[in-house]
């Protein structure tokens, strides 16, 4: 998936970034298709996986960074050549990245020729599904032309409360690129010294009534240092709408809850909707295990309401190596 505002603040800090993206895979491998990295001359960001896999593309990479050449299109065996374990084979593609030929910011998907061709049919239906219908295509390598999606909208998630296990849990999710995490609680220092990247803090004396400024379709972590507080949040969770929520806490915990917002109006239905104990309590009350087994649940949950991106029709071999 091609993320045009991460190429754009590469090039702007580091001047010449090279792509790397894996564009096919044949069996085993380390990452799927999709999976790029960002090289630049002393350093790189992103990841294809594999160990060796990665150090190779790397230094191919900044060579060629350091030619000044045009894309390179490489499939690796990767037991034969690299004396991997996995059984498979990829097909990467490096680019020298170009801010003139970086998509136009909307543009629901990215296609460019890597070996000068006239634009095939099948790219051009692929890039019409994409603008007419929103329909993701999926990573494509066909008659020397490259077409990715790009950066779908990042699901939101709030997470209400910055304890040790509210700490872990924005450390656990902020990495992840298609997360926009949002992390609530009464006062600036509450939070750590340094809140992790792409994770926006927000301090309000009255945490629920931010409610209202999450999107309907949020997924919300409810773990602050007050039942009264969780309790608060809940109420205005189910009021204001959701995409899934989690609340911290026991059984006995959960049972009274259930029976408070019940005489607060909430249908038994809706109630449930909220997961407590959420994540997976058999890892544990470390905040680190619980904050591992909340955002696996989170991860599952968000995969499951997520359109896959659409393969394109299947072409003969012979037809995808022209």
Known sequence: MFDRAEAAAALAAHGAVARVVIAE?????????????????DGQSGTIGGGALEWEAARHARDLLAAGGGPMIVRIPLGPALGQCCGGAVTLVTEVMQAASLPEAEAPAFARPLVGSAMPLIVKRLLDRARGQGI????????????????????????????????????????????????????PERFPPSVPPGVTALPVPDPARAMALAPVG?????????????????????????????????????????????????????????????????????????????????????????????????????????
């Open 25 to 41: 895979v044949a069996g085993s491998a380390p990452r799927e298709a999709g999976a790029s990295m960002l090289v630049w001359r």
């Open 136 to 187: 993701a295509p999926a990573v494509t390598l066909v008659q020397g032309w490259l077409v990715e999606p790009t950066v779908r909208p990042r699901a939101p998630v709030w997470i209400w409360g910055a304890g040790h296990v509210g700490r872990a849990l924005a450390g656990v999710l902020a990495p992840l690129p298609d997360l926009a995490v949002t992390w609530v609680d009464t006062a």
């Open 218 to 322: 949020a997924h919300h972590l409810i773990l602050t240092y007050s039942h009264a507080l969780d309790l608060d949040l809940c109420h205005a969770a189910l009021a204001r709408g959701f995409a899934s929520a989690g609340l911290i806490g026991s059984a006995t915990k959960w049972a009274r809850f259930r029976t408070r917002l019940g005489q607060l109006g909430h249908p038994q239905a809706e109630i449930a909707r909220i997961a407590c104990p959420m994540g997976d309590p058999s890892l544990g009350k470390h905040p680190q295990a619980i904050a591992l087994g909340v955002a696996a649940a989170l991860l599952q949950k968000i995969a499951a309401t997520t359109p896959s991106a659409v393969s394109p029709p299947a072409i003969p071999r012979q037809e995808q190596a022209r």
